[in-house]
T-cell receptor, first 115, second 109 residues
Framework: KAGVTQTPRYLIKTRGQQVTLSCSPI?????VSWYQQTPGQGLQFLFE???????NKGNFPGRFSGRQFSNSRSEMNVSTLELGDSALYLC??????????????FGPGTRLTVL | AQSVTQPDIHITVSEGASLELRCNYS??????LFWYVQSPGQGLQLLLK??????LVQGIKGFEAEFKRSQSSFNLRKPSVHWSDAAEYFC???????FGKGTRLHILP
């Protein structure tokens, strides 16, 4: 069974641009969560999607958004990029919804650099 | 406000020795608690989690953690570490999953 895949793996953008990252969960998994990891802020939870609906959200500004498609694939979008958005963006999938569920499986991440 | 403190930035132990990584949290109710591990080869993995019930939680790779409400702690333990356990470990709390800053574990041969 294939693991969680994230595309692209590396991305370079300039300030003010927008970016879309993609996450394909493990087959059969219906929940996708997104995380940001930076040297300064560490790991932070962005949001969780289940059955195409956002079920949980961390403390990020509205420039960060996401969606989930009927095949459980998810995208996250960051508009008006800032230098501080440079980070490793991790996606995780699980079978069920919410935190009290089965194990999460993480993808390798997308490394975003904002110049 | 929810918060997590991992007091040790780095810890070094000898292979075969026991391990305890500390985690203290601040949370208003019975917390959701997690431990994650991140290594270059394996990426980020969920080691174990606590929601309710038995305060001693078993995880993958031989790790366990104990929830102590009176001490607001959720320390991670392993009886005997292996060189492959060298990684960064993150404790997290709450429904918004607030992460600690991490503890980097080094293993001496």
């Amino acid at each position: 069974k294939a693991g969680v895949t994230q595309t692209p793996r590396y991305l370079i953008k300039t300030r003010g641009q927008q970016v879309t990252l993609s996450c394909s969960p493990i087959s059969g998994h219906r929940s996708v969560s997104w995380y940001q990891q930076t040297p300064g802020q560490g790991l932070q939870f962005l949001f969780e999607y289940f059955s195409e609906t956002q079920r949980n959200k961390g403390n990020f500004p509205g420039r960060f958004s996401g969606r989930q498609f009927s095949n459980s694939r998810s995208e996250m979008n960051v508009s008006t990029l800032e230098l501080g958005d440079s980070a490793l963006y991790l996606c995780a999938s699980s079978l069920g919804q919410g935190l009290n569920t089965d194990t999460q499986y993480f993808g390798p991440g997308t490394r975003l650099t904002v110049l | 406000a929810q918060s997590v403190t991992q007091p040790d930035i780095h810890i070094t132990v000898s292979e075969g020795a026991s391990l305890e990584l500390r985690c203290n949290y601040s949370y208003g109710a019975t917390p959701y608690l997690f431990w994650y591990v991140q290594s270059p080869g394996q990426g980020l993995q969920l080691l174990l989690k606590y929601f309710s019930g038995d305060t001693l939680v078993q995880g993958i790779k031989g790790f366990e953690a104990e929830f102590k409400r009176s001490q607001s702690s959720f320390n991670l333990r392993k009886p005997s570490v292996h060189w492959s356990d060298a990684a960064e470990y993150f404790c997290a709390v709450g429904d918004k999953i607030i992460f600690g800053k991490g503890t980097r574990l080094h293993i001496l041969p």
